[in-house]
Structures are given as structure tokens and as C-alpha cells.
């Protein structure tokens, strides 16, 4: 989905900088009015979506015009804040038509030259659904909706493409995604890799649970998959596969301990931030609910490793390869120190996660003076700022596409009352009972995911499934997650699978070879979810910490003794045996 940073020009780098600058301005300046902060934060995802990712000349042409115009849009709205927010959503002139009818097309083009085709494409069956639905027979049609009021609750109303949401990107997401941007510019990620290399390289499988250490610590800020397989991938798949270990295997290992990144707190691939405004929760509810959950994913694939040792020579990293223990201290203070503020600031000062986020940027950005040796240099902090800035401006912008596009189709659901009308289906078809109404969402989730990153599929699903599921008395939090954690399953399951796919071209071996050893290890992905529904409590840290540890422990040994089943070199039967013993322990005790 990203690109590397291939160039660090100083254009570039002021426009990152602006990025940022305006994005924690905002956490420092006070109120900004919706209708002038999120279209400011579409105006400065354009022009890394539309020129910088620009791959042929037509590209790059086409995006300098569509990029000028967009601002002018963007600028239209901002600079008309006052005037349009007395209008509550209904367009006058031809003027505003076609500043939100071209508002539209460039939030499904930047969607589209960001990440592919699916997502802009569910949001135009959507947009054509609004349009078209009153000509649909029964239930699933609609009254029709006057085309002024449409569009202009879309572009020109806190709403559709300015809806809360948005809101999240601009003023959370952005947030965290410059602060990795900051740690992974500095040694964060070497540090990284040696607390992972010093606490698992010497243990059968060493390699291996280096990448999933590193995987989750990595993945705790980076919230993306594919950046995850990229970074970690790049150390840890050469180091598997000269130790003798399956391609195949070293590539399943790195696809899945990476794609746990995304529901690792505190980030979670932007979708804590998104479950906040949605369920309205506190985010350190949150962190406590994810938190149990995402560890037994990473346990999960732990023991799989072992499982995987009973049929393969999986040898311990070589004692030359282990960082010094002094350079494991001091490379993790360049991740431990932003991390401990960060925590600090939530927990025990009370602050936003915003703020705290803040304050633990500045942190970052203090410690790119340094070098691993904790040399002082003001040319290497240079370098290393122009790279975090640029690198977040870039993110910033990915995310924020997605999220903007993400946005119609939610606002389409809204003003449709389409998604009721879905609830109620899924209602009917489940017979109103709870778990065939879990695998229904479930599915939906995965077919939705596999075309859509995921939290666009976790938004999408959670707004029409998330009802129904409440509505059988799921707790909202619980569905939230549960809908959250099958959005992900596209990252490992075939046939669209990217993160298997990125470290199958990175080991050099079949995809398919590839995905099927991701999905043994990572069988905890489709049961955790399920486990999560049976065993409650697991996602009640903060308010019953006693009663979820014990869960936790209980869906752990259940999940050894699957994951066993599943992988391990044993006779059938005892194999057969594991696997059932294993779902009675998660879900008949």
C-alpha cells in the first residue's frame, strides 16, 4: 500500500512538515471547527496521493490538476465554514453542486490511486444505490432523496465525507501514525529487533519468535500489515532461511506475526481511535479490552512455532548473531523512552490520547539527535527528521484517503437507512439467534475485507452488522471487536491475502505454500474472535482483571491444544483428539 521513501526533496519535506505541524497545532491550538479542519487535512493527503505515488507522466499531470482544484475545493469549504454550516446540508447554485459533486469524484480517485479499485468501487455501488434505490422494489428500496440535499449532506455538512470519521483521522490517527513515523525515522526499530533477538534468539525457533516479538512490538506502531512485513520482514525471513527453515515457513511466520500488529493497543491499524468515536468508549477501555485478546494471538502463533519444530529443524539463532547486551539497552531506550511518556501522559496524567501522543512526538523528535552509539549529531537529526516528516506525511495522507472514502459509504447508509434495512436481514436469516448471526457478520467481514484495507471493512461491517449483533444482546465493545478482528482475516486468508503475498515475494516461494502455514499459525484469528463471545470476560481487564486473566488462560490452553492438533507431527487420532479437547476447553467449560 506504501511506497518507500524514495526521495527526500526538500518540497517534500515542507509539505511534512505542514502536515504535521498543522495536525498537532490542532491537539495545542483548541476548537477547530469541523467544516475547516477536516477538509484543510483532505487538501494535504492530495498531493501525496495524486504526485507524489504518481507512477507515469499522465499520472503525475493529471494529479498536479486534480490537486489544484481539490484545494480550491477544499479551500472553498474552509474559507465558507460559517455560511455553509447554516445551510444544514442543502446545496444552492450550481456553484456548490459542482464543488460537491467534484468533491466526491476526488475523494473515490484519491481512494482509488492510494490503494486500488474495491474500496471506491463499494463506495460507488453505494452512491448509486442512493441515487437509483427508489427505483428498487420492496424493503431495500428507498423514498429517494432530492439530489441538493444528497449531495450537499455528503460535501457540504458535518457529514459524508466530513462526518466523524473523518474526525478521527484528523485529529487521533494523524497523531500516531507521526508518532511511528518519529520512532521508526530514529533506532526504534533496531531496538526493536534486539529486545526481540536477546528474549527468543537463543529458543528452539529463535528466528522465528524474534519475528514475533518484533513483529508485535513493531506492529504496535506501525498498524499496517504490509509495513510490517516490509520493515521486520527484511531482517527477519533472511535470518529463517539461512538457518535452514522452511521459505515457506519463514514467510507464513513473518505474514502473521505482522498482521498482529493491527490489533496490538496501542494503535491498532487506526481502529482503536475509529472504535472510540463509534461505541463511545474511553480509549484506555479500549486498550485494556484489546489488550488480552492480541496477546493470546501472539501466544498462539508462539506455539505454533513449537508445533512446527516437531516436524522441522528449527535451530536457534547462532550466538554471533545476538546483539551486545549494551546495545540492547541502549537501542531500546530509542522506543522504550516515547513509549513510557506516551503511557504515562493516558494513565497516570489523565491526558487524551492525543495530547499524550503529542507530548511523546516531541520526545521522539529529541532522541533523532542521537545515534545508536548515543552520538550527538545535528546533520543525522536532519536526515532523520526529513525522513519521519516525509514518511508521515505520506501515511497521513494513505490513511486519510481511506478514511475519506470509507466516509461516503457510511453517509450513504445513513441517509438510505440502508444499514437498517441489512441489520434486519441479518436479523432474519439468523432466525434472531446469536451465533448464526456471528458467522453471517463473520463472512461478510471476510468477503468485505478481502477488497477493502481494514479499517474500512471493520467500519463498514460494524455500521450494518454491529446492530443486529447488540440487538441479541451482544455488548457493543464485544461486537466492535468481534466485527474488528474477522475485518482481518483477508491479511492471511487466501484468496486476497496481502501480507502473505508481500512476504512470499520476499522469501521467494509460492504464495499459496505460503498462506497455508500463515493460517496454521495464525488459527487464533479465526477463534479468538469466537472466544472472545463465549468467554466475555477476557475483554474486562480493567473493570475485573482476576476473572479475564483467567479466561485468558483457559482460551490459551485450549488454543495450544488446537494449534498442536492443527501443526504438530503426531498420530491422527491424538491430533483429532487436541483439536476437540482444545474447543471444549474454549467453549463448553
Request: charged share 10%.
Amino acid at each position: 500500500m506504501l511506497q518507500p521513501v524514495s526521495r527526500l526533496h526538500p518540497v517534500w519535506v515542507v509539505l511534512g512538515a505542514v502536515t504535521v505541524i498543522f495536525h498537532i497545532g490542532l491537539i495545542f491550538y483548541g476548537l477547530t471547527p469541523a467544516l475547516v479542519s477536516r477538509p484543510i487535512h483532505m487538501a494535504l493527503a492530495l498531493p501525496w496521493i495524486l504526485i507524489f505515488a504518481a507512477r507515469t507522466p499522465f499520472e503525475r499531470a493529471s494529479g498536479w490538476l486534480l490537486t489544484l482544484l481539490g484545494v480550491a475545493a477544499c479551500g472553498y469549504i474552509a474559507l465558507n465554514e460559517s455560511m455553509l454550516a447554516n445551510q444544514y446540508g442543502f446545496i444552492y447554485g450550481h456553484l456548490q453542486m459542482g464543488v460537491g459533486v467534484f468533491l466526491i469524484f476526488l475523494a473515490l480517485e484519491a481512494a482509488r490511486r492510494a490503494i486500488g479499485w474495491p474500496l471506491p468501487l463499494v463506495a460507488l455501488l453505494a452512491l448509486a444505490y442512493a441515487v437509483f434505490g427508489e427505483h428498487i422494489p420492496g424493503q431495500f428500496g428507498h423514498p429517494g432523496l432530492p439530489m441538493q440535499s444528497f449531495v450537499g449532506t455528503l460535501t457540504i455538512a458535518e457529514g459524508g465525507l466530513w462526518g466523524k470519521l473523518t474526525g478521527v483521522s484528523v485529529g487521533v490517527v494523524a497523531i500516531f501514525v507521526i508518532f511511528g513515523a518519529m520512532l521508526n525515522a530514529g533506532e526504534a526499530g533496531r531496538g526493536f529487533m534486539n529486545m526481540a533477538s536477546a528474549c527468543a534468539g537463543r529458543l528452539t525457533g529463535g528466528a522465528a519468535k524474534v519475528s514475533v516479538i518484533s513483529s508485535a512490538l513493531m506492529g504496535s506502531i506501525s498498524g499496517s500489515a504490509s509495513a510490517n512485513v516490509a520493515s521486520t520482514g527484511a531482517i527477519t525471513i533472511p535470518t529463517m532461511t539461512r538457518l535452514g527453515y522452511p521459505r515457506s515457513l519463514a514467510g507464513g511466520v513473518e505474514a502473521v506475526a505482522s498482521s498482529g500488529g493491527q490489533i496490538m493497543p496501542p494503535l491498532m491499524g487506526a481502529g482503536a481511535f475509529v472504535m472510540v468515536e463509534l461505541t463511545g468508549t474511553p480509549y484506555t477501555q479500549i486498550m485494556a479490552a484489546a489488550l488480552l485478546p492480541a496477546i493470546l494471538y501472539f501466544v498462539t502463533v508462539w506455539v505454533g512455532i513449537n508445533a512446527y519444530a516437531t516436524r522441522h529443524d528449527l535451530r536457534p539463532m547462532a550466538a554471533s548473531e545476538q546483539p551486545a547486551a549494551k546495545e540492547v539497552l541502549i537501542t531500546s531506550l530509542f522506543f522504550a523512552v516515547p513509549f513510557v511518556i506516551l503511557l504515562e501522559r493516558i494513565f497516570l496524567g489523565g491526558y487524551t490520547p492525543q495530547y499524550a501522543a503529542s507530548i511523546a512526538v516531541f520526545a521522539g523528535m529529541l532522541l533523532l539527535f542521537f545515534d545508536v552509539t548515543l552520538t550527538f549529531s545535528l546533520r543525522g537529526f536532519a536526515s532523520r527528521l526529513a525522513e519521519a516528516l516525509v514518511t508521515a506525511g505520506r501515511q497521513v495522507a494513505v490513511i486519510g484517503a481511506i478514511i475519506i472514502c470509507a466516509s461516503l459509504v457510511i453517509g450513504v447508509l445513513s441517509l438510505t437507512g440502508l444499514g437498517v434495512k441489512i441489520t434486519s436481514g441479518i436479523l432474519s436469516l439468523s432466525n434472531e439467534m446469536l451465533w448464526p448471526a456471528l458467522l453471517l457478520t463473520a463472512l461478510a467481514c471476510l468477503v468485505l475485507g478481502m477488497e477493502v484495507p481494514t479499517t474500512a471493512a471493520y467500519v463498514i461491517c460494524v455500521s450494518v452488522a454491529g446492530p443486529a449483533l447488540t440487538a441479541l444482546g451482544l455488548e457493543p465493545l464485544l461486537a466492535h471487536l468481534f466485527v474488528f478482528w474477522f475485518a482481518l482475516l483477508s491479511t492471511i486468508t487466501p484468496p486476497v491475502c496481502g501480507g502473505v503475498f508481500i512476504a512470499a515475494g520476499m522469501v521467494g516461494e509460492n504464495w499459496l505454500k505460503v498462506a497455508m502455514k500463515a493460517m496454521a499459525l495464525g488459527i487464533g484469528l479465526y477463534i479468538i474472535p469466537l472466544a472472545m463471545v463465549a468467554n466475555p470476560d477476557v475483554i474486562r481487564l480493567g473493570h475485573d482483571p482476576v476473572w479475564a486473566v483467567f479466561d485468558a488462560v483457559k482460551i490459551a490452553v485450549g488454543l495450544t491444544a488446537i494449534s498442536f492438533g492443527v501443526i504438530a507431527r503426531r498420530a491422527a487420532w491424538l491430533r483429532g483428539l487436541l483439536v476437540v479437547v482444545g474447543a471444549l476447553v474454549i467453549f463448553a467449560l
